[in-house]
């Protein structure tokens, strides 16, 4: 069995109990429904947008505790200032030391800036729990899902108004794209094996439809491998580790963002 089974059998359980507590009916009450969501999508095509997507993450099963002492509040909204164009909140517990109030948190204290919940969805109701909790992205597994039940669960987030982002890591699960998709993210990180190799985005870069904002994931240590990706016709880079393994994960952003320029 490898991680990514290990998570998705737990996810499984925890979404049969997340039901049984809570509806959809009481999901839609949230105050978050009526909210207009931020684009991620149109924050990452701005002219002069940086294209990083800041993470928050304190642990992950490959290395452990990676950062025990972050706020949540005070480092997103020093991603914010540095010049983040978006925000990615884990919301798995047990692999990830996620939670929803981390993300409720990122919420409030970034009010106008684009948040993605990072989690493993498996289930429509995972995309009303995104909604009610005040994201404005979802992550879809390509490897985690079927061809139709990832149509399913992009429908949901649509009827809904929020974006979409697709994780892939190979060619053949490009093929699960539908078109009411949003971005698409090349994960260089081997869920199977957790080993991380850079040049898988630019591998697969000329087979994303020019349609989607493509995005690169997972070890993204330095500036210079921007440059590369944006030759490569990334537009946002998804980096959480390298920041938060830091002591100031806000400023790391801001040095790194810097060096963009």
Request: aromatic residues 6%.
């Amino acid at each position: 069995m490898t991680i990514l089974d290990e998570i998705n059998n737990h996810k499984r359980t925890e979404i049969a109990e997340a039901k049984s507590k809570v509806s959809l009916e009481q999901l839609k009450e949230s105050p978050y429904f009526k909210r207009k969501t931020n684009s991620l999508k149109a924050a990452l095509l701005a002219d002069g947008a940086s294209g990083v997507i800041a993470e928050f993450k304190t642990q992950s099963p490959s290395k452990g505790v990676i950062n025990a002492e972050a706020e949540v509040s005070e480092v997103t909204a020093a991603y914010v200032a540095a010049g983040a164009c978006g925000l990615s909140v884990l919301t798995d517990d047990r692999f990830f030391g996620g939670s929803f109030e981390d993300l409720a948190k990122a919420r409030w204290a970034n009010p106008k800036t684009p948040v993605l919940r990072k989690d493993f969805m498996l289930d429509p109701y995972q995309v009303y729990e995104a909604k009610a909790h005040g994201a404005d992205v979802i992550l879809l597994i390509a490897e985690s899902l079927s061809k139709s039940l990832l149509l399913e669960l992009t429908q949901t987030a649509k009827e809904i108004g929020l974006e979409v982002l697709v994780e892939v890591h190979s060619a053949e699960e490009l093929e699960k794209l539908n078109d009411m998709v949003d971005l698409v993210g090349v994960n260089n990180r081997n869920l199977k094996t957790f080993e991380v190799d850079i040049n898988t985005s630019v591998r697969l870069s000329e087979q994303i439809p020019d349609q989607f904002a493509k995005i690169s994931e997972s070890g993204i240590s330095d500036p210079e491998s921007i440059a590369q990706l944006r030759a490569a016709g990334f537009k946002g880079f998804l980096i959480g580790e390298t920041f938060m393994k830091t002591e100031d994960p806000g400023n790391a952003c801001k040095e790194f963002i810097e060096k963009l320029k």
